[in-house]
């Protein structure tokens, strides 16, 4: 099986279960919380070094900080090997902490720099937002669900991730007040790409998002914003749970 179709398989399974020497940024650049453990460690490294093995994952940054960022810690009711295995898991409410190689996949993708500031639209159970915030100067990420959000805001607090702000609210509107974002991330997919995401991408900017109206007819996309407008590349077809306006709530 190629990258690509191991990816698309990766990915529907999201839906179904609804550094070289690396240069780290941000305060989250520190040592592990004290929440980790030489298991976890060892745990982390075995699971990096699978995606590594399987093309899911260059050695590089992202694959450091994967080492790093405690898992476990944002799926606190499950064991050491369940939190590790490469596979998503559930938070509740419906939702799941996406399996590692799509986190890996996309993170990857958004092709980030120390400082960069970056928006989420669906923070879930914070990992992500937290991968994010060791690579990244500043993180903004919105979250529909209200519990989810105040979870994930105490857990990030907690765990020291202090350039990481958490918001409630609709992602199609974004986080306009914090404006322009050198990279967007979108992990559940719009029908189509939503304008105000658009207009709050620096110029410049990367944008990754799954983007269609079912989960067997999306593709993952990643939009580069130039002078000329927008220019677009398709990586794949995936399958994600649809993005919710918080209108339908």
């Not at 937290?130 to 979870?151: C, D, H, K, M, Q």
Request: aromatic share 4%.
């Amino acid at each position: 099986m190629n990258r690509l179709s191991r990816a698309f398989v990766l990915l529907l399974l999201v839906s179904t279960c609804n550094p070289g020497a690396p240069t780290l940024s941000g305060d989250a650049a520190a040592d592990p919380p004290p929440v980790d453990s030489p298991r976890a460690r060892a745990l982390r490294e075995r699971l990096v070094s699978t995606l590594i093995v399987e093309g899911d994952l260059p050695e590089g940054r992202v694959a450091e900080v994967l080492r790093r960022v405690p898992r476990h810690a944002f799926v606190p009711d499950v064991s050491l090997d369940e939190a590790y295995a490469n596979r998503p898991l559930p938070i509740g409410f419906e939702q799941t902490i996406s399996q590692p190689a799509v986190v890996a996949m996309m993170t990857e993708a958004l092709e980030l720099s120390p400082h960069h500031r970056v928006l989420e639209i669906g923070t879930g159970s914070g990992y992500q937002a937290a991968i994010l915030g060791v690579l990244s100067r500043e993180v903004f990420t919105v979250e529909l669900v209200p519990e989810l959000a105040e979870r994930s805001r105490r857990r990030l607090a907690d765990l020291g991730y202090s350039n990481v702000h958490v918001r409630a609210g609709d992602g199609y509107q974004g986080w306009p007040e914090h404006a322009p974002f050198d990279r967007i991330i979108v992990t559940a997919a719009p029908p189509a790409l939503p304008q105000a995401l658009v207009d709050q991408l620096a110029l410049g900017g990367v944008l990754v998002v799954p983007v269609g109206p079912r989960a067997l007819d999306q593709q993952l996309l990643r939009y580069r914003k130039l002078d000329g407008g927008l220019r677009v590349e398709d990586l794949g077809p995936v399958a994600f749970v649809p993005m919710v306006p918080a209108s339908s709530r």
